[in-house]
């Protein structure tokens, strides 16, 4: 195990360091940060950590349902396919930002892009 | 189809239903106030049937060991049966020692209680009047130094208990009071050095005050500056109280601003004078309270200032 994508990374303390720095991209960003208009916090960051430790290959309890359901009512507003590029690529970044090797980056890119079909219910 | 055995009467829960709005759908008078997990108006205790862990969540393990649990998230797919909580088990007789008048809209209530101990300036508690009727309000004081529990009410003019306290309540009045309960007030044993900015609107002004005097009562080192805003002018209160406080302590600054002033108050938009006050936002935490959109804005925007988000602490009002 100790080598899986997740202890590579950290473990669930790279996940509490990553979720500020992620969390704050993302609502800096204008091709995303309106979806996230008029949301709580404190619920956000809780759900955001539950993201990264799935993309980190960590213990998740999501399943493609839940991703599907969650993201219904954003579909509905225009959820696409670039926003979905847009989030992958903000997690690039703030992985990059926090000195984590290309090859890992790709690998955490490759399983937020497996969600991808879930995301946007299709 | 699921029941609620209440009162010896079954009531028959509609798909995706919660305890709470199936009891009201059918006209039963259970006290709620935020419908929404968070106020613990509406606790109940199941006598009978299967709980689920997110019906009890943020309640103490005391509670949850009692198997109460929050009608207004609970949404049972199996028969259950729930009783209200006897008073005597959950709450602590009080009584109204004094109601003052704080501004056009807003007046502090102070209780005396047998212990003072239990109640944490800037949590909250439940106050239940004689009628059964529940509300929240945030402890603004430090009550072992005061001798009494103050809490800040705004009166609606529909508000049940607005109208209560006006209309009805006397001095001497019995309540009962539940609680304390939320996650926003100051805690530091390890006597740490860091920045305070306390941000709030309206009645958001009273857990904020609880935590800056306990802050100062504990010796805090590191700044404390306190931002309240309102529509207007008269919105703020306690003016001159935060000012003899910043004036005999060096550490902590009052600031204040309002949507529309007629040039007593900056005119300004809290969220704007809030991101200036964290142009560099150094070891510091943030404490915001008030009304929930106004919270969420506030806290967005401390986040976004670079205040890490474990260190951003928030009971909202959800009315």
Not at chain 1, 28 to 52: A, E
Not at chain 1, 59 to 85: F, I, Q
Request: aromatic residues 8%; hydrophobic residues 40%.
């Amino acid at each position: 195990m100790s080598d899986s994508l997740f202890n590579r990374l950290g473990g669930q303390e790279a996940v509490d360091t990553a979720v500020d720095i992620f969390y704050r991209k993302v609502l800096s960003d204008d091709r995303v940060n309106y979806f996230f208009d008029g949301v709580d916090m404190d619920k956000q960051i809780n759900k955001q950590k539950g993201f990264l430790t799935m993309v980190f290959g960590g213990p998740n309890n999501y399943t493609g349902k839940d991703m599907r359901e969650g993201h219904k009512h954003l579909v509905a507003k225009g959820l696409n396919d670039s926003h979905v590029d847009a989030i992958i690529e903000l997690l690039g970044g703030t992985l990059a930002e926090l000195g984590v090797a290309e090859s890992d980056i790709q690998e955490v890119a490759a399983i937020a892009n497996s969600v991808r079909d879930d995301v946007l219910d299709r | 189809m699921a029941t609620v055995n209440y009162e010896n009467k079954f009531y028959l829960l509609e798909d995706g239903e919660n305890v709470l709005a199936c009891l009201e759908r059918h006209n039963i008078d259970y006290p709620s106030s935020c419908k929404s997990g968070v106020c613990q108006s509406c606790l109940a205790q199941l006598t009978s049937g299967n709980i689920q862990e997110n019906w009890q969540t943020g309640l103490k393990e005391t509670y949850k060991a009692k198997n109460y649990f929050l009608p207004c998230i609970a949404k049972p797919t199996q028969d259950i049966a729930i009783k209200q909580p006897g008073l005597d088990e959950t709450s602590f007789p009080a009584a109204i020692n004094e109601i003052i008048k704080l501004s056009y809209n807003v007046v502090a209530v102070r209780l005396t209680i047998n212990d003072l101990a239990s109640w944490i300036p800037g949590q909250y508690l439940n106050l239940i009047n004689e009628n059964g009727l529940i509300r929240s309000y945030s402890i603004a004081n430090l009550p072992i130094e005061d001798g009494f529990i103050e809490l800040h009410m705004k009166l609606y003019p529909q508000g049940l208990m607005s109208n209560w306290l006006k209309h009805h309540a006397k001095l001497n009045a019995q309540v009962q009071l539940r609680g304390p309960i939320g996650e926003c007030f100051y805690h530091n044993p390890d006597k740490k050095s860091f920045n305070m900015i306390l941000a709030g609107t309206g009645t958001g002004l009273a857990p904020l005050l609880g935590i800056i005097r306990s802050a100062l009562k504990q010796n805090h080192s590191g700044n404390i500056t306190l931002l309240h805003g309102g529509c207007i002018d008269t919105d703020l209160y306690y003016q001159e109280f935060l000012r003899t406080l910043a004036k005999n302590h060096k550490n902590f600054s009052y600031l204040c601003c309002v949507l529309k002033s007629n040039g007593n108050a900056i005119e300004a938009d809290i969220s704007d004078e809030l991101k200036k006050l964290l142009a560099t936002p150094e070891n510091c935490k943030a404490y915001i309270c008030g009304p929930e959109v106004t919270s969420k804005k506030l806290k967005t925007t401390a986040f976004l200032a670079g205040i890490a988000s474990k260190d951003i602490f928030s009971d909202s009002f959800i009315i």
